[in-house]
């Protein structure tokens, strides 16, 4: 059993719709991560939260607002999306240590389609 | 330019042969890790194997190894024993040296869609 979990796996909204996808850790990780995947593109970083502070924002459009209450649990909440933010979009965490591997652990992702 | 190279876009094994995946890094960092992952088609991915860029001997995870060749900026991972399960695409990652603001975010390949047959 993953120890990252997302939900929903599948999600079909329109444009004019807010939703939130919700990720949950149960790792004990101090970082956490969404990433989105399109087709035939490599995977594009969007947003890090580290000790539930972000710290990184990679140009994301402000149709995607990221929350993270705890170092458990992480939100992306979509509002007014276009149909080209269909895609996969997966969460990760990592504890940060001196050790330089902090492996990210994803979860097994949210298929969004934007109609 | 790329950081992550992967040149095989698909890959065809014979199920119990071995299979080698190509990645290349570009980096002028010193400190950096590499890793690879598989995605099913579920969409899940799944951490392979780990190589510190100060790890001398190659990584090895079961049937997973990494063919890690410093100077020629390469790191390459070997399926030993390709089972059918084994079919799903597989992502070279790098993490550089942390720096400034950076937080040594993970840098993605392409990724190659291996296909085990029976």
């Known amino acids: 059993e993953t120890g990252v979990t997302q939900t929903p796996r599948h999600l079909v909204m329109g444009m004019t719709n807010k939703k939130s996808l919700k990720c949950e850790q149960h790792l004990g990780h101090n970082a956490m991560y969404w990433y989105k995947q399109s087709a035939k593109k490599p995977l594009e970083l969007m947003f890090v939260?580290?000790?539930?502070?972000?710290?990184e924002n990679n140009s994301v459009p402000s149709r995607f607002s990221p929350e993270c209450p705890n170092s458990s649990h992480l939100f992306l909440h979509l509002h007014t999306l276009q149909p080209e933010d269909s895609a996969l979009y997966l969460c990760?965490?990592?504890?940060?240590?001196?050790?330089?591997?902090?492996?990210?652990?994803f979860g097994p992702g949210t298929r969004l389609l934007v109609l | 330019a790329q950081k992550i190279t992967q040149t095989q876009p698909g890959m065809f094994v014979q199920e119990k042969e071995a299979v080698t995946l190509d990645c290349t890094y570009d980096?002028?960092?010193?400190?950096?890790?590499l890793f690879w992952y598989k995605q099913p088609s579920s969409g899940e991915m799944i951490f392979l194997i780990y190589q510190g860029s100060y790890d001398e001997q190659n990584a090895t995870e079961g049937r997973y190894s990494l063919n890690f060749q410093k100077a020629r900026k390469s790191a390459n991972l070997v399926i030993s024993a390709s089972q059918l399960g084994d079919s799903a695409m597989y992502f070279c990652?790098?993490?550089?040296?942390?720096?400034?603001?950076?937080?040594?975010?993970?840098?993605f390949g392409k990724g190659t869609k291996l296909s085990v047959k029976p």
């Open positions: 980096t002028s960092d010193q400190s950096y890790g």
């Open positions: 939260y580290s000790l539930e502070e972000r710290v």
């Open positions: 990760a965490s990592s504890q940060g240590d001196r050790d330089h591997q902090e492996t990210q652990y």
């Open positions: 990652a790098m993490r550089e040296g942390r720096g400034g603001g950076s937080q040594g975010n993970l840098i």
